[in-house]
């Protein structure tokens, strides 16, 4: 059933936002502006995504992305990054070997121990290149976007 990860990031912050759209938020670990995580691509994810659509944006991840997510913006704790070492005591060779284990076992970022379940980023360098507030379908970059890579690419 499921199809691999998804990466989600939140746009908007929970400005406004109900009482769902803001549990969806904080399961999905995007409570954040511009946090970003990776959720496995199942129905009941679908729903939380599809609930909180005005304020996120999300496509599926592949391996390159998120191991450059891993190694740029990866953190073991608020304070410390996610480097060498601590790669080292998590088992981890390197960054590709995590990433790929994650997308083998459709693994989300909060299911491995040790590290935070989200990645802070920064907003995207040259800004934003449609709308914020609306669809990707819309001429805006909220909900499905398949462009998500390159602009999270900006953001990292």
């Known amino acids: 059933m499921s199809m691999g990860l998804i990466l989600v ?3 908007h ?3 406004n936002s109900s009482a769902p759209v803001r549990k969806a938020l ?9 946090s970003a995580s990776v959720v496995p691509d199942d129905p009941a994810t679908v729903g939380m995504l599809r609930l909180c659509k005005d304020y ?15 190694s740029r913006r990866g953190m073991v704790s608020t304070a410390r990054p996610l480097d060498k070492g601590a790669l080292k005591k998590l088992g981890f060779s390197d ?3 995590l990433a790929a284990k994650m997308l083998k076992d459709q693994e989300r970022l909060s299911a491995v121990a040790g590290v935070l379940p989200y990645f802070r980023l920064a907003p995207p360098k040259g ?11 819309e001429k805006g970059e909220l909900g499905s976007n398949p462009k998500l890579e390159e602009i999270v690419r900006r953001m990292i």
């Not at 944006?57 to 450059?68: E, F, K, M, N, S």
């Not at 800004?127 to 379908?137: A, D, E, N, V, Y």
Request: glycine share 6%.
């Open 95 to 97: 960054y590709k070997e």
């Open 127 to 137: 800004g934003f290149k449609r709308s914020l507030r609306r669809q990707f379908t």
């Open 9 to 11: 990031v939140n746009l």
């Open 56 to 70: 996120t944006a999300w496509a599926p991840v592949d391996a390159g992305l998120l191991t450059d997510l891993l």
């Open 13 to 15: 912050g929970q400005i």
């Open 26 to 34: 904080n399961e999905l670990w995007v409570a954040k502006k511009f």
